[in-house]
């Protein structure tokens, strides 16, 4: 309730409040109800009135614990009652913020929280950067696949008449930079003793930056963004201090009693020994929130270190149609004091610290082609940075891994294939792209919803018949289109995380099913490519692409739309007449047979404030795989879903969204749209490009290296080309 107070103060003071640059245009009141407890609706009714005292918008939510009791018959009786909790209120909350069109939420957690989540995470055996605690913003957790809340939902944003991403400066701000500047214009000019002269300005600097602005090729996706973030602005304040904002403004406020029982959660038990008990001063408050800056202060350190060698990373490709990058990494020479080189121990130390830098320049390049929800920790990747840097590969593992030339291996759902450029020693780079599907692992696979037949439906009217004089032009067209699509169009499709890695959005007027599915092999060569590209000029195009962007058996990772139906049974006609599948005829679908409807509900960012009946859930506990997604939608898709996978000749491939491939005449009977996840942007605003950094690209040491190179003769006559030793 101080958190819902400060708020309902901080809108009347300050009209223009912001958060991270985001306008607020009110707040809202979001009540979870566990349902743990009795009186636990008519403790939220309660709390909803008083937000309403406070000018707030309150809001009560339930949590349905149907789906994830099993054989319990009590939340309380699961073995994982705390994820299991933090899971769907999250996801609840995530849901209501989409929903609703929030893109900020604010929680209550505060200083006794925090030192609460840093103490469990110490007897866990957490390293340093698990003992930093809560963050004072993240991206929504537990909301993986939800469009609007798993950061997603700008481009649908700024298509909006009024946007809520404002990327433009308002009035305001525009008067406010055109005095500052005709301020400094004018502070300068007196300086030089000139009224006319303007501040020198580096051309050539501003246009390198506006170069680089641009580093890579518009990709032909758009791109994701947005999102719910979580924001905690009451982490540095303790509860009295809480509970005496409260008490001063008269501000109502509960408590709930199920965090009082040390038998129901870790959290619990944790609350009920630092306060029933004395412990040692290393385990008391001060000493572990001094513990958990420490290690915050160690991790941006690292993380500065990460940026510096990312400045040096050279991002040659990043392509949103294949999701792959081409990097080339620094050399990262070790260099040693005379201190640490007599000392075993320090070299072993500065080793650690390097490849824990390494480690996190490998996970934010991992991160934008990764299909993995989660990365991985620092500590897996710390073992594989050796195969990336030389420099910090120790002898046993530089007996292993160099003694040939470097091989390929998967991490965290990525493949890191290595390939040689130009004559040099050190030209070899790395192509980051999704790996092959395992065999033993089903596929990723979306599937829309069934289109309805319409209740009455006429063939098309032959080339023989006249047109009704008595009805208008229009009336006549839309008979027409009518007669000619024997179906509706298929429900509203939610928007779905398709491998991770796409945004797809699907809807059909076919009686058959639709689904995205991996692009097959069967279907890359002979009639299937023929149906999908009957022009062979085209088809040469098609292979031109696919070699360059996805080579191989790495093409088969690409999103790709299927009718599941045989080639033969799937009928195209179009308006002319023509087939566009493998028949023709208007009336085709007139023999068509009729499917059951699966209706889905539709999905739908304001700044939210969460008051929560039962703390019931802990902000740093792991996931569990239950849940909806998008409310009761999910449910239909589960269904969908668990159908099993057709062969690949009762299957005809349709398009391939992201090449920007289709059938022809496939517009009137498919709609679809396709968009790359959110990819962190400071990543690639931080990497090296030919466009700027204080490096030296490899190609011009791979050239400078050939014309090294020397032919001379040796003594059987034959011709040795390598670099000439030189003399002493």
């Keep these: 309730m101080a958190l819902a107070f400060l708020c309902s103060q901080a809108r009347k003071q300050e009209s223009s409040f912001r958060i991270a640059d985001n306008p607020v245009s009110g707040f809202r009141g979001l009540v979870v109800d566990h349902r743990l407890r009795e009186g636990s609706r008519e403790e939220g009714l309660a709390v909803c009135d008083a937000l309403k005292d406070l000018d707030l918008t309150p809001e009560l939510l339930t949590l349905n614990w ?63 950067r698990g003992l930093r605690g809560m963050r004072k913003a993240r991206d929504i957790p537990e909301c993986e696949g939800m469009f609007g809340a798993d950061r997603s939902g700008f481009v649908d944003d700024q298509r909006e008449k009024t946007p809520y991403y404002k990327t433009t400066p308002t009035y305001k701000e525009r008067r406010k930079l055109h005095r500052e500047l005709r301020s400094r214009i004018r502070s300068e000019a007196e300086l030089d003793n000139s009224d006319t002269e303007l501040p020198d300005v580096d051309v050539e600097e501003f246009y390198q930056s506006t170069r680089a602005s641009a580093l890579f090729e518009t990709p ?20 009295d201090r809480l509970i005496a904002t409260c008490l001063e403004n008269k501000v109502p406020w509960w408590e709930d009693a199920t965090n009082k029982d040390p038998t129901l959660t870790m959290r619990n038990a944790v609350r009920h020994l630092y306060k029933g008990h004395t412990l040692p001063k290393a385990l008391q408050k001060p000493a572990i929130l001094a513990l958990s800056k420490r290690c915050e202060l160690r991790a941006q350190a690292q993380e500065a270190e990460a940026n510096r060698l990312l400045s040096r990373t050279i991002i040659r490709y990043f392509g949103s149609v294949a999701g792959s990058i081409a990097v080339q990494f620094p050399e990262l020479p070790l260099r040693l004091s005379k201190r640490d080189s007599s000392s075993p121990l320090r070299r072993q130390a500065r080793l650690r610290r390097w490849r824990a830098i390494a480690a996190i320049l490998l996970r934010r390049l991992l991160l934008l082609v990764s299909p993995e929800p989660q990365p991985l920790v620092l500590a897996t990747l710390e073992n594989h940075v050796a195969r990336l840097f030389p420099s910090l590969a120790s002898p046993d593992e530089s007996a292993v891994l160099f003694s040939g030339p470097p091989k390929a291996f998967n991490l965290s759902g990525v493949h890191l294939a290595p390939y040689a450029v130009g004559g040099a020693p050190d030209s070899v780079r790395w192509r980051l792209l999704r790996a092959p599907y395992p065999s033993t692992l089903p596929v990723p696979c979306v599937r829309a919803p069934h289109a309805e037949p319409r209740s009455r439906w006429r063939r098309t009217r032959s080339a023989g018949e006249t047109k009704n004089n008595n009805n208008s032009d229009d009336d006549d067209d839309d008979r027409a289109r009518r007669d000619f699509f024997p179906y509706r169009w298929s429900p509203r499709m939610p928007w779905a995380l398709w491998d991770g890695r796409y945004w797809v959005h699907v809807e059909h007027r076919l009686p058959y099913p639709v689904a995205v599915r991996p692009f097959l092999a069967e279907h890359n060569t002979g009639p299937s490519r023929v149906r999908l590209v009957p022009s062979r000029r085209d088809r040469g195009r098609l292979s031109r692409t696919l070699n360059l962007v996805a080579r191989g058996k790495h093409r088969y990772v690409l999103p790709a739309i299927y009718v599941e139906a045989p080639p033969g049974d799937l009928l195209l006609p179009s308006r002319g007449g023509a087939g566009a599948g493998a028949g023709g005829g208007a009336d085709a679908g007139a023999r068509c047979p009729s499917r059951p409807s699966v209706t889905a509900a539709t999905t739908t960012a304001t700044t939210a404030t969460t008051t929560t009946t039962e703390e019931s859930g802990d902000s740093s506990g792991n996931s569990s795989s239950i849940g909806s997604s998008n409310g009761s939608s999910a449910a239909d898709r589960s269904l969908q879903d668990a159908k099993p996978a057709p062969s690949p000749s009762e299957m005809t491939l349709v398009a391939l969204p992201t090449l920007g491939v289709q059938m022809p005449g496939l517009d009137e009977w498919v709609s679809y749209e396709i968009r790359y996840r959110k990819v962190d942007r400071d990543t690639l605003n931080t990497a090296g490009t030919f466009h700027r950094g204080p490096f030296v690209s490899r190609l011009r040491a791979a050239t400078k290296a050939k014309r090294k190179m020397k032919r001379v003769k040796v003594e059987d006559g034959l011709e040795y080309t390598g670099p000439v030793a030189e003399s002493d």
Excluded: W
């Design 66 to 128: 149907s789906g994830v009791l099993g054989d319990c018959s009590h939340p309380k009786e699961l073995p994982n009652f705390e994820s299991v909790a933090r899971r769907l209120r999250y996801r609840k909350l995530g849901y209501m913020c989409a929903f609703r069109k929030m893109a900020s939420l604010l929680t209550a957690h505060h200083e006794d929280d925090q030192y609460e989540t840093v103490l469990m995470r110490l007897l866990q055996g957490h390293g340093s």
């Design 220 to 239: 032909s996706l758009d791109i994701e963004d947005g999102g719910v973030t979580v924001y905690r602005p009451l982490l540095e304040f303790s509860k």
